[in-house]
């Protein structure tokens, strides 16, 4: 069985700070890990995926999230916060089913950008 | 990608009726996901749906209660039976690539019910 936890449900920051969001997995088998966006009123956007490749992997809109094995941590990043990044974050870890991708979300986590 | 149509958008209900989401994707996929993500919280999976035969419920969720329909491989339907104010929700559609281990999933846009 695998899980995720996400440090803090609501982080703010101001406009052009350092954007951290923090998940932990824990997973029986080496992880697929996924980082994905929610805007208000819409679906989830993915973000950026850890595909065993690279322990850093960088995603869209500037975000990237580093693996840390020894931490089981998949910690999300962007050096400078933008007004159109306020929305909610949701890391996941997968289970491969043999066709699909059954993801477990964690809780998610609200971020609010100010001037 | 993927790109993937859910209707209708959003609905409000009347308690003790029943509303059908459905759900098309522009490929054909084996797999298909259906998602509850109540307010405040995170997105739960309510089942799996293969083409051909009944879909697997995850703990917490049965047939009678979310009775889904996979006729062909690019559409699935979930309904929400005899709804209560508890089955305010986002339900959200789901699709992967198939025959790759890492793949992301797809969402749809979701469909937000409200039941009063």
């Known amino acids: 069985a695998q899980s995720v936890t996400q440090l803090g449900s609501h982080v703010s920051v101001s406009e052009g700070a350092l954007v951290l969001l923090r998940c932990n997995y824990s997973s029986s088998v080496p992880p697929y890990l996924f980082w994905y966006v929610q805007y208000p009123n819409q679906g989830l956007q993915l973000l950026l995926k850890?595909?065993?490749?690279?322990?850093l992997v960088k995603g869209i809109n500037g975000f990237e999230a580093e693996f840390k094995k020894s931490e089981t941590s998949f910690h999300l990043t962007k050096p400078s916060a933008h007004m159109s990044d306020a929305a909610e974050y949701f890391c996941?870890?997968?289970?491969?089913?043999?066709?699909?991708?059954?993801?477990?979300f964690g809780t998610g986590t609200q971020l609010k950008v100010e001037l | 990608s993927a790109v993937i149509s859910q209707k209708p958008s959003r609905d409000i209900c009347q308690r003790g009726t029943s509303l059908t989401i459905q759900c098309q994707v522009d490929s054909q996929v084996t797999m298909m996901f259906w998602y509850r993500q109540q307010p405040g919280q995170s997105l739960t999976l309510i089942a799996t749906a293969n083409q051909g035969s009944e879909a697997t419920y995850e703990s917490g969720f049965v047939i009678d209660k979310f009775p889904i329909s996979r006729p062909n491989l690019t559409f699935s339907t979930l309904t929400v039976s005899n709804m209560s104010p508890e089955d305010s929700s986002i339900y959200l559609c789901s699709v992967a690539r198939e025959g790759v281990l890492n793949t992301e999933a797809f969402f749809g846009q979701g469909t937000r019910l409200t039941v009063v």
């Open positions: 850890y595909t065993s490749a690279a322990t």
């Open positions: 996941a870890v997968s289970a491969f089913t043999g066709g699909g991708n059954k993801l477990t």
